[in-house]
C-alpha cells in the first residue's frame, strides 16, 4: 500500500491556527492555513526531492544568500491565508497590495453591522507640519474626548439612517454609501512570503498609517516570527535594518575613509583562518564575510 506523504507542518503555526488576535477596538487577524515550511524554500532553491542531503547549518546559510542576494523566487512557494476585520480606511489603503488575493464581505449582499472603529483620546492628533499625510502630538484630552463625541454622534445617525434605509426596502448596495471609512469590513487575504515581506517593510514602517500599523505588527509577531524565523532574522539583516548607499553616497565614503585600516582589513578576510576568527567573532558566516570583503574593495577602488 503506497503511503501517503505527510504534509510539513510548522508546530508554532499549529498552536495558533484560527486564533483570533485583537487589533484596534473591534478588530482582528485570524490565521486560517499556510502553505510551506522554510524546508520548502531550500528544496525549491536546490530543485530537491527529499531532505537528509543537507545541515540546518547550511539550509539556514541558503536561506540568508537567497534572501542577501535578491534570489526571491524560492520564497514565493510559501502562502498564508488571513482572515481580516479592519476598518474601511485601512482596508482601502491595504488593497494597493495587489500582489494578495482577497474576497472581501459584500454590502450589496449582507447587511452591515453597527460596528465602527473609535479612536483612542490619546490617537486625536494634530496635521503633522512636516509630512503632509501623517499626525503628530495629541490633543488635549477634553478637546479630544470632543472629537470623538462628535465622530460617534455621526456614526449613530449614519447607520440608523442606514437601518432605516434597509427596513424601507431601499437595496443594500445603495443604502450602504453614506457609511464612514471607519465602519467595519472583513475579507480573507492570502499571500506569497517573498510579497508579504515587503508588505511587512512598508506596512511595519512608521511612515504607514498608525491604525494600518497595528495589523502589520501582528501579523509580524504573531505570525511570521513564528513560521520562517530564519527568513525573517535574514529579512532583518539584509533589509529592514540594512544601509543602502547611492554612487554619490560611496563617493563621499571613499573620500573620507581610512584607506589604510580598510586594507588591513580586506587583507584580514583574505586569510582563510583570519576569517573564520573574524566571522565567528561578529556572527556572520565565512560567505557572508567574503561578501563584506568585495563590498570594500570596490569602496576602495572608488
Known amino acids: 500500500m503506497?503511503?501517503?506523504?505527510?504534509?510539513?507542518?510548522v508546530p508554532e503555526l499549529d498552536a495558533i491556527l484560527e486564533r483570533k488576535f485583537q487589533v484596534l477596538d473591534q478588530g482582528f487577524i485570524r490565521l486560517v492555513d499556510y502553505l510551506g515550511t522554510e524546508a520548502r524554500i531550500v528544496q525549491a532553491a536546490r530543485v530537491s526531492l527529499g531532505r537528509g542531503t543537507t545541515t540546518p547549518q547550511r539550509d539556514a546559510e541558503l536561506i540568508r544568500y537567497l534572501w542577501?542576494?535578491?534570489h526571491t523566487s524560492p520564497f514565493e512557494q510559501l502562502q498564508?491565508?488571513?482572515h481580516c476585520k479592519l476598518p474601511i480606511?485601512?482596508?482601502?489603503?491595504?488593497?494597493?497590495?495587489?500582489t494578495?488575493?482577497?474576497?472581501?464581505?459584500?454590502g450589496r449582499y449582507s447587511k452591515l453591522p453597527d460596528e465602527f472603529y473609535v479612536p483612542?483620546?490619546?490617537?486625536?492628533?494634530y496635521q503633522a507640519t512636516e509630512n503632509k499625510q501623517g499626525s503628530e502630538g495629541s490633543l488635549p484630552k477634553d478637546e479630544a474626548s470632543q472629537i470623538v463625541r462628535v465622530m460617534n454622534a455621526g456614526r449613530v445617525l449614519t447607520h440608523s439612517n442606514y437601518e432605516g434605509m434597509v427596513k424601507r426596502g431601499v437595496a443594500r448596495e445603495l443604502a450602504r454609501i453614506d457609511l464612514p471609512l471607519s465602519t467595519y469590513t472583513q475579507w480573507y487575504w492570502q499571500i506569497d512570503l517573498h510579497n508579504l515581506l515587503?508588505?511587512?517593510m512598508l506596512r511595519c514602517s512608521e511612515h504607514a498609517q498608525w491604525e494600518f500599523r497595528q495589523y502589520a505588527n501582528t501579523i509580524r509577531d504573531e505570525i511570521v516570527r513564528r513560521w520562517v524565523p530564519t527568513v525573517w532574522q535574514a529579512f532583518e539583516d539584509f533589509t529592514?535594518?540594512?544601509?543602502?548607499?547611492?554612487?554619490?553616497?560611496?563617493?563621499?565614503?571613499?573620500s573620507v575613509i581610512n584607506a589604510r585600516k580598510l586594507k588591513k582589513l580586506v587583507g584580514q578576510v583574505e586569510n582563510d583562518s583570519a576569517r573564520k576568527e573574524l566571522a565567528a567573532q561578529i556572527g556572520v558566516s565565512t560567505t557572508e564575510l567574503k561578501e563584506v570583503s568585495d563590498k570594500l574593495q570596490r569602496l576602495l577602488d572608488t
Do not use: C, Y
Open 120 to 125: 483612542g483620546l490619546g490617537r486625536v492628533q
Open 100 to 106: 494578495a488575493r482577497l474576497n472581501e464581505l459584500s
Open 2 to 9: 503506497r503511503k501517503t506523504k505527510q504534509r510539513a507542518n
Open 198 to 200: 515587503h508588505f511587512l
Open 80 to 82: 498564508i491565508t488571513l
Open 240 to 254: 529592514l535594518k540594512a544601509l543602502h548607499f547611492t554612487q554619490p553616497e560611496v563617493g563621499l565614503l571613499a
Open 89 to 98: 480606511f485601512v482596508a482601502r489603503q491595504w488593497v494597493r497590495h495587489r
Open 68 to 70: 542577501r542576494n535578491k
